[in-house]
């Protein structure tokens, strides 16, 4: 399954499912207010492949332990200036293939970086 963080806006992960149905945004599985080590665990403990936008997820204490004591595999989408719904939805289509390899293939738990550019 690929699991979209609240990060993501709803409507990018909506057209996201449109199209895949292997794709769950955060709240069609959790309350508004879960915390993300609560779902980061989740994501570890059924293999999920994570992708949000928080590039705070890796120095924030208890995340970071959620990351790597669950062995989450996540993608955090890092560019330079802010993206629109559109833009964000092309880097994710752009580069979905690509992460599904690495996920397949990468050792857990692990944190890449997408940049603007993929």
């Not at 309350?31 to 120095?59: F, M, Q, Y």
């Not at 200036?81 to 580069?95: C, I």
Request: charged letters at 25%.
């Amino acid at each position: 399954m690929i699991f979209v963080d609240r990060s993501i806006p709803r409507g990018v992960a909506t057209a996201l499912k449109q199209v895949r149905d292997d794709v769950v945004w955060l709240e069609d599985l959790f309350p508004h207010h879960t915390t993300d080590e609560h779902w980061l665990s989740a994501a570890g403990t059924n293999g999920w492949l994570v992708i949000t936008r928080d590039k705070k997820i890796r120095t924030r204490p208890g995340e970071r332990r959620a990351l790597t004591s669950q062995n989450v595999g996540a993608f955090c989408l890092t560019p330079k200036v802010n993206l629109t719904r559109w833009e964000l939805l092309k880097l994710l289509v752009a580069t979905l293939d690509e992460m599904e390899r690495l996920f397949a293939s990468t050792p857990r738990p692990f944190l890449y970086g997408i940049t603007g550019t993929g």
